[in-house]
């Protein structure tokens, strides 16, 4: 079986005057659960394998530019995990990162996802089932939203 760990996560985040942090969600399409998923739907973030010899700030540049947006700084987020990624049957190793924006509005790719959602902590917490996005967003937070100044050393741009 293979083994790929050029995988990452990415937990996209804005600041707001009225609710403070929130997070990107994004709900996979019918078409992407019908097709990879047995039919099941699920919350997810933006995520992407790097390119061979890519660096990581422009990979998460690269795939966040598909959804018409722009980071301002990006983090490592101090947390891996490991999934079996069906639609790629294979193990995958999977770095989580964090990456601020300021835009309200996130373009979606009909065929990939249904629809998204900007939510606070609690609400992401609530919305995503798998382990491991619970696991990234709780590091997310400890590490990048919650402190008033992130650890300059994660901060990659």
């Excluded at 790929?4 to 019918?30: A, K």
């Excluded at 540049?61 to 101090?78: K, S």
Aim: charged share 25%.
């Amino acid at each position: 079986m293979e083994l790929q760990s050029n995988v990452f996560d990415v937990w996209v985040f804005r600041r707001t005057p009225s609710r403070g942090v929130e997070y990107l969600l994004l709900h996979t399409s019918q078409e992407k659960a019908d097709r990879w998923f047995n039919g099941g739907r699920f919350w997810q973030v933006p995520s992407d394998m790097t390119e061979p010899s890519e660096r990581i700030v422009p990979a998460i540049a690269r795939r966040l530019r598909e959804f018409g947006l722009e980071p301002n700084a990006i983090w490592a987020a101090e947390h891996v995990y490991t999934i079996y990624n069906r639609r790629f049957e294979c193990m995958q190793i999977i770095a989580v990162y964090a990456a601020e924006v300021t835009a309200e509005v996130v373009e979606i790719n009909p065929a990939e996802h249904g629809e998204y959602r900007w939510c606070t902590y609690e609400e992401a917490h609530d919305l995503v089932t798998y382990r491991g996005l619970k696991d990234g967003l709780r590091s997310t937070k400890e590490y990048v939203t919650g402190p008033a100044s992130p650890p300059r050393e994660l901060q990659l741009l």
